[in-house]
């Protein structure tokens, strides 16, 4: 066995083998199963990305159709999960609340079959179809309301977004959501899909491997970043005049400015790229962003005192502006990336079982030896 020297937060160390994702952060390059994200944010939706994700090709006309049928027919909660939600705070995160909701549905479908295909695709099917519906959930219950059932007659997309806003949206804006979702689906071993694939190599309930990835992807250093944007757009920027004086203050401070940098990537995300563009078609179409001038010229000026050491926009650095555009709340920019990394989590899951070893890596032990016990009155 070759031993590895330690490497703080894993960096450069494969984890795992996979055939899901690619990256190629120095030139910017993302692919899942071989095709590039560019095409599949222009040719693929979300769930036919996702089928191809978690089995591997692209689904036939009859096998998208089937996938989309289950989904929709899933998508709403058992009562027992809505009363349960109705429990929580309405202070509280709704990632917190997410992952609650994830684990609980490990309550209610508790049968583990992991060796039954059959199973595998009831819990992909499940856990794709219901992660929306709880996210809006919490969002009309915490103002007080009841949640809104979904319709079958919209697409997952313009269902989500009937169920969070109570309005049928705009096909153009449930199109670019849908594109959003595409682009958030996977991305190799972050640490949320590491946090999943851990959890998996138990063999654990898949609600459960889910829940512990929600978890993972909340902080502010990967999935939460998103959130952290608007509010350093916002409360901490204002106007276009502090963006220079922002940037040269973090970096004095070593503070690390949101939505920029990425273990991966040594250039432009290219999914920051994509993201770029749609805020621009929603801004044409619906009106400007006022913080959206500042967010352009924080990248500019980010690019020029950091890009030296590769530091560049990631793709939470535009995705708030979008859904902002799109009447998503802030707190709600984080779940609705889990409503898309659903997807890569499940496909490791799947791939994981596929050839499982429980994960026990090794430490190095950096305490002492042979102390004695001190009774508590000599402490
Ligand atoms: N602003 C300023 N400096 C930065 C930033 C940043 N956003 N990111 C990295 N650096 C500097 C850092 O200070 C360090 O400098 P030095 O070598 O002089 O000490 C160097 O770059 C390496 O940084 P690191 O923290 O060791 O890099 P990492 O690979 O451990 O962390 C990261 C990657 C994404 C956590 C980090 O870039 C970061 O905290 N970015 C801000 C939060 C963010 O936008 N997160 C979203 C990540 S992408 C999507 C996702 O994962 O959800």
Redesign the pocket.
């Known amino acids: 066995m070759t031993v590895c020297e330690y490497r703080a937060?894993l960096?450069g160390i494969p984890a795992t083998q996979s055939s899901i994702s690619f990256v190629d952060g120095q030139r910017g390059l993302l692919e899942y199963r071989g095709i590039s994200v560019e095409e599949l944010a222009e040719k693929s939706t979300f769930l036919e990305t996702s089928y191809l994700l978690i089995w591997g090709e692209l689904p036939k006309k009859e096998e998208l159709e089937l996938f989309e049928y289950e989904i929709c027919h899933h998508r709403r909660l058992k009562y027992r999960i809505r009363d349960m939600m109705k429990c929580f705070p309405e202070g509280g995160h709704p990632m917190d609340a997410l992952q609650a909701c994830a684990a609980a549905l490990g309550l209610f479908y508790s049968r583990r079959a992991l060796d039954d295909p059959a199973y595998i695709r009831a819990a992909v099917v499940r856990l794709l179809a219901k992660i929306p519906t709880m996210v809006a959930a919490f969002q009309l219950m915490r103002k007080g309301n009841d949640p809104i059932q979904p319709r079958d007659d919209l697409d997952y997309s313009a269902n989500f977004l009937y169920m969070l806003t109570e309005t049928e949206p705009d096909p153009f804006a449930a199109h670019v959501f849908d594109v959003c979702l595409t682009l958030h689906a996977e991305?190799t071993i972050?640490?949320s899909t590491f946090s999943a694939l851990v959890t998996a190599s138990t063999l654990t309930d898949p609600y459960a491997v889910v829940a512990s990835a929600v978890g993972t992807?909340a902080g502010?250093?990967?999935?939460g970043?998103n959130e952290?944007?608007i509010t350093m757009l916002e409360d901490e920027i204002g106007t276009i005049e502090n963006v220079r004086p922002y940037v040269e203050h973090?970096?004095e401070k070593?503070?690390?400015?949101?939505?920029?940098?990425?273990?991966v990537y040594k250039v432009k995300?290219p999914r920051a790229t994509i993201l770029q563009q749609l805020a621009e078609q929603l801004f044409e179409k619906y009106g400007e962003d006022q913080f959206y001038d500042i967010a352009v010229e924080l990248e500019r000026v980010?690019q020029e005192k950091?890009g030296h050491?590769g530091?560049y926009a990631?793709?939470?650095?535009y995705s708030g502006l979008v859904y902002r555009k799109l009447g998503i709340p802030t707190d709600l920019f984080t779940p609705v990336?889990a409503i898309s990394r659903t997807a890569g989590w499940l496909a490791h899951w799947k791939e994981q079982l596929g050839e499982n070893r429980i994960f026990r890596p090794t430490q190095i032990y950096t305490g002492t030896h042979g102390n004695p016990y001190i009774p508590m009155e000599k402490r």
């Open positions: 937060g960096e991305h972050n640490a992807l502010p250093l990967h999935g970043a952290e944007v973090c970096i070593k503070a690390k400015i949101m939505g920029f940098g990425h273990r995300d980010v950091l050491k530091i990631n793709v939470d650095f990336f």
